[in-house]
């Protein structure tokens, strides 16, 4: 009895911490249509004469009807990739920044549930009608 109590108290911390890092997709309200997905490499020269390419994720978004870009999600062409490109679709997002410069300038950060309830960060880059 002893060993399964001191087990559970060990193993009670990662269980916290596994449901306070979970995503509340309830906190996800905003619906974001993905109409174009590409990846924009960076290679060479630009890197500082590194051969691997590392680049953003560009997406064409519509958002409540408008028209917006949206960076994020950096990737290593070579030697392996830590984000995949998004496909077309419907996801879930929230706004996690937004700042109001002035009447005519804004900053605006999202967060992107993804179905497997990981999340992925893109910035407002572009606005289009």
Do not use: H, W
């Not at 997905?37 to 997406?59: H, I, K, M, N, V």
């Not at 995949?84 to 700042?99: D, F």
């Amino acid at each position: 009895m002893k060993n399964v109590l001191c087990v559970v108290l060990v193993l009670l911390p990662t269980f916290v911490f596994a449901a306070l890092d979970t995503p509340n997709p309830a906190d996800y309200t905003i619906d974001v249509r993905i109409v174009s997905s590409r990846l924009e490499p960076l290679c060479g020269r630009a890197l500082g004469g590194d051969s691997a390419c590392l680049g953003p994720q560009r997406l064409s978004v519509v958002i409540d009807g408008k028209k917006y870009e949206l960076a994020g999600g950096s990737y290593r062409a070579n030697g392996g990739s830590n984000k995949g490109l998004l496909v077309l679709g419907t996801y879930k997002a929230r706004v996690v920044r937004e700042e109001q410069k002035s009447q005519f300038e804004f900053f605006r950060d999202y967060e992107f549930l993804l179905p497997d309830k990981t999340t992925r960060p893109f910035t407002l880059v572009g606005i289009s009608e």
